[in-house]
Every structure is written in structure tokens, then in C-alpha cells.
């Protein structure tokens, strides 16, 4: 089977997931072989890496990037694919194989969870045009960062969680021993959010910024985000930290809103200012501290369904 789109570029992470992804390659390769697909596998030795590996295939013409991997991954390589708020080549096609720990971000797609099937998906010409998101927020050193993400970001709360447990990649325990951790220690925080021409003044404990729907392993964090109408969904939580808690069985359905202690906000444009400065992450990953802005980039990827 050829792809209309060339030359399939493989970028994987083989330690990532504790090891699965590359435990996870050879059946991959096997899969490709099958449906005669052209591909070359890159392999990313260090979490950023594959940032420059998309970059890099890119700018050798080639087209169709695949991560292979979690959500991390993704992340990495659309990080390659974007610059300066727009895409590196505007006819590049990204896809998506989830292995080792798998991706919540192709879960709003309904695109599968396993490596497989997802090899079969990458056949064929049917793409899906996908905003993406620049984020700017602060350094602890006082300096810039910023980034691209496809999927959620927090600030606050969720931030912490992350903060803790070491990353999206973290054991589950980890996971859960960070949630304790920042459940006991986070303070509720002064913000004042800004999506476009309205602004909200409360006390919060986490805001999500989200351009996708799933997020933590299956939770269900934006169920109303559709990634490709221009617009971010923004939850400001406004009640005690308990509910961070009590409100994980509706997360996981996407019942959680609405809620009279979350003030739900859309817009093109999001800032977020805090008193004191809370930590921000994006896919899973810490990047800085408030303040921070977000801005949607309207259909900059194509992804491949």
C-alpha cells in the first residue's frame, strides 16, 4: 500500500513508556512491511529530540510524520512541525501511532488506542485539518518559554499534579502520590483569565486551557472541545480543592460540567494572570509559570484518520 503522501517518517522514542515503545517497534515494523508501506524509522534517544527529527525530514521533503509513541512524543514532533505560529510545511501531514503508554489525544478522534491498528489508519487519503496552540508563559529564570501543544494545558492545580509525579510518563502510583501531594499543599490562587473581550476575576485553584478533550489517562477533561473550530474551551475551577476529588468519576464520563463551581469561557485569545505565579503544563508537561497566554492556530496540522 502507498500513501498519497510519500514516504512514511517513523519518529519513535524506544525508551519511552519504561521501554514499551521499542518493545512495541518490531510488531510495528511487521505491521507496515504488510500493508507495503514506504516508511523509514528516526528513533528520538532523549524526551525533545524528536522535535529536531521532525524538523529535520521536513527539510529533506519529506511529508508524513508519524509519532510513534505517547502523547509526549506528539507533542515533541509537532513542536517540529510548527514555527513562529506556522506550520514548517503547509502540505505535511502528521499521524499518530499510540504505543507503549498509549495517547489520550486520539481519543477525541476515535482513532485507536493500540499500535496494530493504528498502523492500518495511516493508509489512505483521509485527513482531518487540526488547530494546534502557541503558549507563552515564564521561565523560573525570568526568561521566555514557548511551546506548541495539540491537546490540554493546565495552570494551577493539574499543573502540580504533573509537577510531583514526574510527567505524563509517571507511574500510576506516582500519578496518584503526586495528586495527594498537590491536593495537600496547592493554595487557591487570585486569577484573572481573559478569553478575547471577557475577563474573569476569581479565586481558583486550576484553570484548563484545552484545545482537545481527553487528558490523565482516559478523563474525559473538555467534553465540549472539537479541535478544529478556532476556538479553546477554558474551565476555571473556582470551588475547594476537595472537589478535585470528589469530581474524578464525572471527569472520566465528561460530566463534570457544567458545574456552578466551574466557570466554563471559549476564545481565539487566552490569558492567564496569577497572584501568587503557578506553574503551567502543556500535554503532560511543565513548561514555566503564569503569567502565560495561548493563541489558536487555526487548522495548522492535518492529521491523518
Request: net charge positive; proline share 6%.
Amino acid at each position: 500500500m502507498s500513501s498519497p503522501f510519500g514516504r512514511l517518517v517513523m519518529i519513535a522514542e524506544p525508551a519511552a513508556g519504561r521501554g514499551r515503545v521499542g518493545e512495541e517497534l518490531p510488531e510495528i515494523e511487521r505491521q507496515l512491511q504488510a500493508a507495503k508501506f514506504r516508511y523509514r524509522f528516526v528513533e528520538a534517544a532523549a524526551p525533545g529530540e524528536a522535535t529536531r527529527l521532525a524538523r529535520e525530514a521536513l527539510a529533506e521533503g519529506d511529508r508524513f510524520l508519524v509519532a510513534v509513541g505517547d502523547d509526549d512524543t506528539l507533542h515533541d514532533v509537532v513542536n517540529g512541525m510548527v514555527e513562529g505560529g506556522r506550520p514548517v510545511n503547509e502540505n505535511a501531514v502528521l499521524g499518530m501511532v499510540a504505543a507503549g503508554s498509549g495517547s489520550d489525544f486520539v481519543r477525541t478522534f476515535g482513532l485507536p488506542g493500540d499500535a496494530i491498528r493504528a498502523v492500518r489508519h495511516l493508509g489512505g487519503h483521509r485527513t482531518y485539518p487540526i488547530d494546534a496552540v502557541a503558549v507563552r508563559c515564564m521561565t523560573p529564570e525570568g526568561g521566555d518559554a514557548e511551546r506548541v501543544f495539540v491537546n490540554v494545558a493546565q495552570v494551577g492545580f493539574g499543573a502540580g499534579v504533573v509537577q510531583r509525579s514526574g510527567g505524563v510518563r509517571s507511574s500510576g502510583l506516582r500519578h496518584l502520590l503526586g495528586f495527594w501531594r498537590t491536593l495537600a499543599t496547592q493554595k487557591p490562587f487570585e486569577a484573572i483569565v481573559r478569553a478575547d473581550r471577557k475577563t474573569l476575576e476569581r479565586r481558583a485553584t486550576n484553570v484548563i486551557v484545552a484545545n482537545a478533550q481527553y487528558r490523565g489517562g482516559g478523563m474525559r477533561i473538555s467534553p465540549r472541545s472539537y479541535p478544529g473550530d478556532g476556538l479553546l474551551d477554558v474551565q476555571v475551577w473556582i470551588g475547594p480543592r476537595s472537589e478535585a476529588f470528589t469530581a474524578i468519576p464525572k471527569l472520566y464520563r465528561g460530566e463534570h460540567v457544567p458545574h456552578p463551581n466551574i466557570k466554563e469561557l471559549r476564545g481565539r485569545e487566552i490569558s492567564v494572570t496569577t497572584d501568587p505565579p503557578v506553574a503551567v503544563e502543556v500535554d503532560g508537561r511543565v513548561i514555566g509559570h503564569t503569567p502565560a497566554t495561548f493563541s489558536i492556530l487555526h487548522e495548522a496540522l492535518r492529521l491523518k484518520t
